[in-house]
């Protein structure tokens, strides 16, 4: 059974920093496509960054040049790095894993999730 345990998530200020982990267990993280995820209040969830097994990245529009998705084969975890934030990126961050074809977005494609992290960002 695959596991995914996100952690540091808190409270910050805006343009402050932020880097997220995700351990994965039960499996070898480099046989998934990994991705982050979020969801804030009253909101659907939406893709953050998602990287492939190959090493290709794809990073959401409003995220892009501030996130960074990477991974640590040889530690199975997964990371997001988090600059310049603002009360857009206000949100529950979810770690997630998907095996074989994923075309798109789409949470639906993910298997396996992580109970998420709160990250909160204020004025």
């Known amino acids: 059974q695959v596991q995914l345990v996100e952690s540091g998530g808190g409270l910050v200020q805006t343009g402050y920093s932020l880097r997220l982990s995700c351990a994965v267990s039960?499996?070898?993280?480099?046989?998934?496509?990994m991705a982050w995820f979020r969801q804030a209040p009253g909101k659907e969830r939406d893709r953050v960054a998602t990287?492939?097994?190959?090493?290709?990245?794809i990073y959401a529009d409003s995220v892009k040049g501030r996130f960074t998705i990477s991974r640590d084969n040889a530690k199975n975890t997964l990371w997001l790095q988090m600059t310049r934030l603002s009360d857009d990126d206000t949100a529950v961050y979810y770690c997630?894993?998907?095996?074989?074809?994923?075309?798109?977005?789409?949470?639906?494609?993910?298997?396996?999730w992580g109970q998420g992290t709160q990250v909160l960002v204020s004025s």
């Open positions: 997630a894993a998907g095996r074989g074809k994923i075309p798109d977005g789409r949470p639906s494609w993910y298997a396996y």
């Open positions: 039960g499996d070898t993280l480099s046989n998934y496509t």
């Open positions: 990287i492939y097994p190959s090493g290709i990245w």
